[in-house]
């Protein structure tokens, strides 16, 4: 083999990463999942916390997701609105089905399952803020 050999080879160095998201601990989940008050907004905050705890989806399949988008007799939720652009169908637990359903009823919905405090879609940067 050529001494040179390697020389000729251009090997360009991996882009830095940007630092991980911090991982919350089991505490810090548990805070959250604890139910707050009784205003609309606070339980909507919450009901969101514990699906996406649950089924992990992203912020903004939530702000697009419908009441009709959740299937209690196939204890299933569809989502329309991904990243990828693709349908998916998600199973849901019987605790997250049994919060889902109580705040629907609580909060007689039947358009947007996360509505703003006017009834309109949420919007992602009302959700962000919410949570800050």
């Known amino acids: 083999m050529e001494e040179d050999a390697i020389a000729h080879f251009k090997i360009s160095l991996p882009k830095s990463q940007e630092p991980a998201p911090k991982i919350p601990t089991k505490e ?3 805070k959250l ?3 707050p008050g009784n205003s609309f907004t606070q339980e909507r905050m919450w009901v969101i916390t ?3 705890v649950a089924s992990g989806i992203r912020c ?3 702000i697009n997701l419908k009441v009709d988008d959740i299937s209690f007799e196939k204890q299933q939720m569809v989502l329309r609105e991904t990243k ?3 349908l998916s169908v998600i199973p849901l637990s019987d605790k997250i089905m049994l919060i889902l359903k109580k705040y629907i009823r609580k909060w007689d919905l039947s358009d947007w399952l996360f509505p703003s405090k006017e009834g309109t879609q949420m919007t992602a940067e009302g959700l962000y803020s919410a949570y800050e």
């Open 33 to 35: 999942l604890i139910k």
């Open 60 to 62: 903004r399949t939530i």
């Open 28 to 30: 810090e989940v548990a």
């Open 84 to 86: 990828s652009k693709k």
């Open 50 to 52: 514990n699906l996406v």
